[in-house]
């Protein structure tokens, strides 16, 4: 794969200035999203942790009325992340193993919808926007909710942004004061 087409694959759509909480449902449908996909591990809540906080799980109980969700892991603790998603009343599906594609096709098929209408939201690149852009959908890079900022997982985040940068993915946006700007 050319070195162009891979930084493209690393691209956002969208680079959230902050958490998930801070992804204005206007945002969605702005972009006519009529589904979504959530990461769970540091997108919704720290890798160890089995309770969503008040402000996250606020903001699901509202985001899942106005759109279909769906909860896809990594994490193969079927009954953590079956308790994290009984919270929130969402199906979800573990063991995806992104940036494979197999298990948000499931889910994007259980939905009923294109993949142009669903969004992939996470903190990861080589996971979760990876995954979301090999299937045409619309990517957003959150900012990792952790417990540490100096917990083990800062050290991959940031190695990620540096191979997409070197590859010719910029990934940053250049306007800080914006909640949120589309990355073109």
Do not use: Y
């Given at each position: 794969?050319?070195?162009g087409?891979?930084?493209?694959?690393?691209?956002?759509?969208?680079?959230?200035?902050?958490?998930?909480?801070?992804?204005?449902?206007?945002?969605?449908?702005?972009?006519?999203?009529?589904?979504?996909?959530?990461?769970?591990?540091?997108?919704?809540?720290?890798?160890?942790?089995?309770?969503?906080?008040?402000a996250?799980?606020?903001?699901?109980?509202?985001?899942?009325?106005?759109?279909?969700?769906?909860?896809?892991?990594?994490?193969?603790?079927?009954?953590?992340?079956?308790?994290?998603?009984?919270?929130?009343?969402?199906?979800?599906?573990?063991?995806?193993?992104?940036?494979?594609?197999?298990?948000?096709?499931?889910?994007?098929?259980?939905?009923?919808?294109?993949?142009?209408?669903?969004?992939?939201?996470?903190?990861?690149?080589?996971?979760?926007?990876?995954?979301?852009?090999?299937?045409?959908?619309?990517?957003?890079?959150?900012?990792?909710?952790?417990?540490?900022?100096?917990?083990?997982?800062?050290?991959?985040?940031?190695?990620?942004?540096?191979?997409?940068?070197?590859?010719?993915?910029?990934?940053?946006?250049?306007?800080?004061?914006?909640?949120?700007?589309e990355?073109?």
């Amino acid at each position: 794969m050319a070195k162009g087409a891979l930084a493209k694959l690393l691209q956002p759509n969208l680079v959230l200035q902050g958490t998930i909480e801070h992804l204005h449902p206007a945002v969605l449908h702005e972009q006519q999203l009529r589904g979504m996909i959530l990461d769970v591990d540091d997108t919704l809540l720290p890798t160890w942790n089995t309770d969503l906080s008040p402000a996250v799980r606020a903001w699901l109980l509202d985001i899942k009325v106005q759109m279909q969700v769906w909860l896809v892991s990594n994490n193969l603790n079927h009954r953590r992340i079956e308790r994290i998603a009984q919270q929130v009343d969402l199906p979800f599906l573990m063991g995806a193993g992104k940036p494979s594609r197999r298990k948000i096709c499931q889910a994007v098929h259980a939905m009923n919808l294109p993949f142009a209408e669903v969004a992939m939201v996470g903190d990861r690149l080589f996971t979760d926007i990876l995954a979301g852009n090999r299937l045409g959908m619309f990517t957003i890079l959150v900012n990792p909710i952790l417990v540490n900022r100096l917990d083990g997982k800062s050290w991959v985040r940031n190695l990620e942004f540096w191979l997409a940068h070197q590859l010719g993915a910029p990934i940053l946006t250049d306007d800080p004061r914006q909640p949120h700007s589309e990355v073109p």
